[in-house]
């Protein structure tokens, strides 16, 4: 096997190159899973990843022979051009058979697609493995390069979407992938692996370049023919990034669409259908300037604040179609500023079609800006008359939503103190959600709950709360509107019988109560004691605990999965499920080859490296995890998850792993990282949300060189931990793939653990279990070497390690 400085640089690229692809492809499924399915279900692209890249891991330690470090080149290339294959035969299956599956069928269908998307992952598993483990070893340079590729192709997937569809970028991820194969063989001789390599990287290639080209120009080409069970047709718009999928159809003169109308319209206007993922949807009005036409958005609840007292400065967050804009012109706001954090939908309404909404963006007074409303309202010297959020849940999920699941970062104490503070005297937050007065009370509750916390942090005693606060409800919305300044007795008069003659139904009020959990909201007597009593999770989301959605427990889940089944709710059962399997794996892929392995070897010997590896997979993940649900609060837009905390993770780790040279290091050296590791791990637990809620109002450029400030020193030394297990335990070489994949099933299920720890517990808190799991790897890492140090005999790498046999691959 070659060991020339060329061929470790060809490996080091190659598994650049697979690692960017791979990590890729894994952004790419959770877009399309949450698209054709349901958001939540994006959530489990991670698990795909690791329990495939597990897969692969397992099958080089299950087959020594055919993996032999002389193979490498060869079975690098082959697995390399299976995973091109495979990765584009499952994502174009996935898109061309219809999804309307009857419902007794559900579950195998769902288990089929699992399938199908595991097995690319394990074709890329085989590679990475061989590299890591079968190589002569050159200290941390190829896992760095693992991770700088993983790093890249975060980052790079976001401009590609930019630039192509989804379906091209495929084509082109299985291209270079089979590219890196043939890198790899071309000097090993093997014509039969080059030839494969060659073809299917050359014929992939060719079919990217014609798909994209047909994307650019417009013409029918492969794409989304099926989503949530409904065929997707009469596309008029269609634009993809790494956080929805945006699309207009046509509806024609129809009924104005509303959310809760006192009085159903009887008039019929000309509208666009704009959809989010294939589910949350709103309306493009067609606007010829006449306000008259629009005279039903005064029968819509979320417009009742227009009824309470007259704004003239108004911000509107997330403009969607424009409906919202078009109740501000209509109430004859002077000052409109629309504030939309999705590109796409941004250009939708300011370019594809601005004649037909009337050009809001042209209107006296109104401005659209593309930005994420906290960070804008922070940062911007504005102030408001009246900040309105009308419904916003787009159930799409984010790229690194693939990672964190779905937290809302307009529905926290905190936020809504950044609101308050952007507000003129008087000034209102005008918040709707939905509301059913038997099923679904939880988020009316959290709004009062929210409001109730916010509004004492702004200085509002407990007892008269009930001043401040007013909620409105027609049919299934209810608008909860608060303002720091308490309703003068007059003013609010004025107001009820405003609202009451328009057919709104008052729940809250100066001088209205609605139930007993509303009463203590409001009394401020609702304690931690308190909301930890209700059967419902309705305390106040706030940004350590930013998933205003989910409200029920965890043990409901168990005790009464029925009932914690909701649209909402149902994403944390996705989750519990996916820590159930994680388990599982484990047992499967971890606990049953260490129950055999410990018949022939020592558990002294065994137990510390399994620990250790293990150990890392559980402490990485849950770090990564919290500090990127932390992280994405504070930077203030969705894409800045992966482009920035996971890319910057990565890009450190890497770095971090190169300063670990081939050989062991002396135990001073080992010492000084793990003080250093766990010394950086503690600062960033305690300097985080105090420097984010420090730096909240800073630019976008200044809380990117925070955030990558705050997590660079930890990154940079957890990406020592792996390559330096590797040192210490090399003299196991045979058990190298076996150490890798415990790393990589561990990981799998932190990845799910910690979402469902952060909801349940906190975020602060899950981040302090990865530090336990690190605390661990430290302990497990003396034991170790001392071990190594020990040993006095002279016995040749691998000797007296058992071949026994992995249990072969689910």
């Given amino acids: 096997m070659p060991t020339s400085f060329a061929a470790q640089r060809r490996y080091c690229i190659a598994i650049f190159v697979l690692a960017a692809a791979t990590l890729s492809y894994q952004v790419l499924i959770t877009r399309f899973f949450s698209v054709m399915l349901y958001?939540?279900?994006?959530?489990?692209?991670?698990?795909?990843?690791?329990?495939?890249?597990?897969?692969?891991?397992?099958?080089?330690?299950?087959?020594?022979?055919?993996?032999?470090?002389?193979?490498?080149?060869?079975?690098?290339?082959?697995?390399?051009?299976?995973?091109a294959i495979s990765s584009v035969a499952a994502m174009t299956v996935f898109l061309c058979v219809p999804l309307a599956v009857p419902e007794p069928y559900v579950a195998v269908a769902l288990t089929v697609i699992t399938f199908a998307f595991v097995i690319p992952f394990t074709e890329s598993g085989v590679c990475i493995t061989l590299l890591l483990t079968r190589l002569p070893y050159a200290g941390g340079w190829l896992y760095a390069a693992d991770l700088s590729g993983a790093a890249l192709g975060c980052l790079g997937l976001i401009f590609v979407l930019l630039l192509i569809d989804p379906v091209s970028a495929t084509f082109w991820i299985g291209a270079f992938?089979?590219?890196?194969?043939?890198?790899?063989?071309?000097?090993?001789?093997?014509?039969?692996?080059?030839?494969?390599?060659?073809?299917?990287a050359l014929t992939l290639a060719a079919i990217a370049t014609l798909h994209t080209g047909l994307a650019i120009s417009g013409k029918s080409h492969l794409g989304v023919f099926w989503a949530k069970g409904a065929e997707q047709t009469g596309t008029l718009f269609?634009?993809?990034?790494?956080?929805?999928?945006?699309?207009?159809?046509?509806?024609?003169?129809?009924?104005?669409?509303?959310?809760?109308?006192?009085?159903?319209?009887q008039a019929r206007i000309d509208q666009n259908h704009l959809d989010i993922d294939a589910d949350a949807a709103t309306v493009i009005t067609k606007f010829d300037g006449d306000l008259t036409k629009l005279s039903y958005l005064q029968d819509d609840v979320v417009n009742a604040a227009y009824l309470l007292q007259k704004p003239n400065d108004v911000a509107v967050v997330g403009v969607g179609g424009g409906r919202d804009i078009l109740s501000g012109l209509y109430f004859g706001a002077k000052t409109i500023r629309g504030i939309e954090i999705n590109p796409a939908i941004f250009e939708v309404l300011t370019d594809k079609f601005a004649d037909f909404s009337g050009h809001l963006d042209r209107q006296p007074g109104v401005k659209l800006v593309n930005a994420e409303a906290r960070s804008y309202i922070n940062?911007?010297?504005?102030?408001?008359?009246?900040?309105?959020?009308?419904?916003?849940?787009?159930?799409?999920?984010?790229?690194?939503?693939?990672?964190?699941?779905?937290?809302?970062?307009?529905?926290?104490?905190?936020?809504?103190?950044?609101?308050?503070?952007?507000?003129?005297?008087?000034?209102?937050?005008?918040?709707?959600?939905?509301?059913?007065?038997?099923?679904?009370?939880?988020?009316?509750?959290?709004?009062?709950?929210?409001?109730a916390a916010a509004l004492q942090n702004k200085g509002v005693p407990a007892a008269e709360l009930a001043q401040h606060v007013v909620a409105l409800n027609v049919d299934n919305i209810v608008t909860v509107i608060s303002r720091p300044d308490a309703f003068t007795a007059a003013q609010w008069e004025a107001a009820k019988s405003r609202v009451l003659a328009q057919g709104f139904k008052i729940l809250l009020g100066p001088d209205v109560s609605f139930d007993g959990v509303t009463t203590t909201l409001m009394s401020g007597k609702a304690d931690a004691a308190w909301f930890n009593a209700r059967a419902e999770n309705i305390?106040?989301?706030?940004?350590?605990?930013?998933?205003?959605?989910?409200?029920?427990?965890?043990?409901?889940?168990?005790?009464?999965?029925?009932?914690?089944?909701?649209?909402?709710?149902?994403?944390?059962?996705?989750?519990?499920?996916?820590?159930?399997?994680?388990?599982?794996?484990?047992?499967?892929?971890?606990v049953i080859p260490f129950?055999?392995?410990?018949?022939?070897?020592?558990?002294?010997?065994?137990?510390?490296?399994?620990?250790?590896?293990?150990?890392?997979?559980?402490?990485?993940?849950?770090?990564?995890?919290?500090?990127?649900?932390?992280?994405?609060?504070?930077?203030?837009?969705?894409?800045?998850?992966?482009?920035?905390?996971?890319?910057?993770?990565?890009?450190?780790?890497?770095?971090?792993?190169?300063?670990?040279?081939?050989?062991?290091p002396r135990p001073g050296a080992v010492v000084a990282r793990i003080v250093a590791l766990l010394a950086m791990l503690v600062m960033a637990g305690?300097?985080?949300?105090?420097?984010?809620?420090?730096?909240?109002?800073?630019?976008?450029?200044?809380?990117?060189?925070?955030?990558?400030?705050?997590?660079?020193?930890?990154?940079?030394?957890?990406?020592?931990?792996?390559?330096?297990?590797?040192?210490?335990?090399?003299?196991?070489?045979?058990?190298?793939?076996?150490?890798?994949?415990?790393?990589?099933?561990?990981?799998?299920?932190?990845?799910?653990?910690?979402?469902?720890?952060?909801?349940?517990?906190g975020i602060a808190r899950t981040f302090g279990l990865g530090v336990c799991f690190y605390v661990?790897?430290?302990?497990?890492?003396?034991?170790?070497?001392?071990?190594?140090?020990?040993?006095?005999?002279?016995?040749?790498?691998?000797?007296?390690?058992?071949?026994?046999?992995a249990p072969k691959a689910m």
Avoid at 44 to 49: L, V
Avoid at 177 to 197: P, Q
Avoid at 414 to 430: I, T
Avoid at 729 to 751: C, E, Q, Y
């Fill in 238 to 265: 269609e634009r993809w990034n790494t956080y929805s999928r945006v699309r207009v159809t046509a509806m024609g003169e129809s009924t104005p669409q509303g959310w809760g109308f006192a009085h159903p319209p």
């Fill in 177 to 200: 992938a089979a590219a890196a194969g043939w890198m790899v063989t071309r000097h090993s001789g093997d014509r039969k692996s080059l030839r494969l390599s060659g073809a299917v």
């Fill in 776 to 805: 661990l790897c430290a302990v497990m890492m003396m034991v170790g070497w001392q071990a190594v140090a020990a040993r006095t005999d002279t016995r040749e790498p691998g000797a007296g390690v058992p071949a026994v046999p």
């Fill in 595 to 664: 129950t055999r392995l410990a018949r022939a070897m020592p558990l002294a010997t065994l137990t510390p490296p399994v620990i250790y590896f293990s150990g890392i997979g559980m402490g990485f993940m849950l770090i990564e995890i919290s500090q990127m649900q932390r992280l994405m609060v504070f930077l203030g837009h969705p894409v800045y998850g992966l482009g920035v905390v996971l890319v910057s993770i990565l890009i450190f780790s890497g770095l971090g792993s190169i300063t670990v040279g081939a050989r062991p």
């Fill in 379 to 451: 940062h911007s010297p504005e102030r408001f008359d009246l900040v309105q959020i009308s419904l916003i849940d787009t159930w799409a999920a984010t790229a690194a939503g693939g990672l964190t699941l779905t937290e809302n970062r307009l529905y926290t104490v905190e936020a809504w103190g950044n609101f308050y503070r952007a507000l003129n005297p008087g000034g209102m937050l005008s918040v709707s959600r939905w509301y059913d007065p038997k099923d679904h009370r939880s988020e009316f509750y959290r709004l009062v709950a929210i409001a």
């Fill in 39 to 83: 958001y939540h279900f994006a959530f489990a692209a991670i698990s795909f990843a690791m329990l495939g890249l597990t897969r692969g891991a397992i099958a080089v330690y299950g087959d020594a022979a055919r993996y032999a470090p002389e193979r490498v080149a060869q079975e690098f290339a082959r697995h390399a051009a299976y995973f």
């Fill in 539 to 590: 305390a106040p989301s706030t940004d350590d605990s930013p998933f205003f959605f989910y409200t029920a427990r965890l043990g409901t889940f168990f005790a009464k999965p029925s009932r914690a089944l909701t649209n909402n709710n149902s994403a944390v059962s996705i989750t519990l499920s996916l820590v159930l399997v994680a388990g599982l794996a484990c047992i499967y892929y971890i």
């Fill in 686 to 761: 305690l300097l985080t949300p105090v420097v984010t809620g420090w730096a909240r109002t800073e630019a976008t450029d200044m809380r990117i060189l925070i955030s990558v400030l705050l997590l660079a020193p930890p990154a940079f030394f957890m990406g020592m931990m792996f390559p330096l297990g590797l040192s210490i335990w090399r003299r196991h070489d045979r058990l190298l793939p076996f150490f890798w994949s415990a790393n990589g099933i561990t990981s799998m299920l932190a990845s799910a653990l910690g979402v469902a720890l952060s909801i349940e517990f």
